[in-house]
């Protein structure tokens, strides 16, 4: 079993930015790629980021490009979303999850956190 914790969540003004995190354990967290979903009230959850469990390959929604960086610290089990230019469409509660893979992938996680909100006001 692998236990995510997200934190960072919050309100921030659009063109901000922001910062949400989320630490494993569990088990040997380079072993897991790690990923980043959002969902907006009333819509689906959608992928926004992977990262691979070395930390040197990353796949990101087009949405986000630019303006998302995804990284992780294996050695502190924690992996990073800072954010930047937020817009109010990024209004969403924000799932860290995990699969065991070397491969960002943008599905088939095993893994979920309980997820942090943030609203981007306009």
């Known amino acids: 079993q692998v236990q995510l914790v997200e934190s960072g969540g919050g309100l921030v003004q659009a063109g901000g930015s922001l910062r949400v995190s989320c630490v494993a354990s569990g088990r040997t967290f380079s072993d897991y790629s790690m990923g980043w979903f959002r969902q907006a009230p009333g819509k689906e959850r959608e992928f926004v980021v992977a990262?691979?469990?070395?930390?040197?390959?990353?796949t990101y929604a087009d949405s986000v490009k630019g303006r998302f960086a995804m990284y992780r610290d294996n050695a502190k089990n924690t992996m990073y979303l800072p954010m930047n230019s937020l817009k109010p469409e990024d209004t969403a509660v924000y799932f860290c999850a995990a699969k065991h893979s070397p491969i960002a992938g943008i599905a088939e996680y095993d893994y979920w956190g309980q997820g942090t909100q943030f609203t981007v006001s306009s």
């Open positions: 990262i691979s469990g070395s930390g040197l390959s990353e």
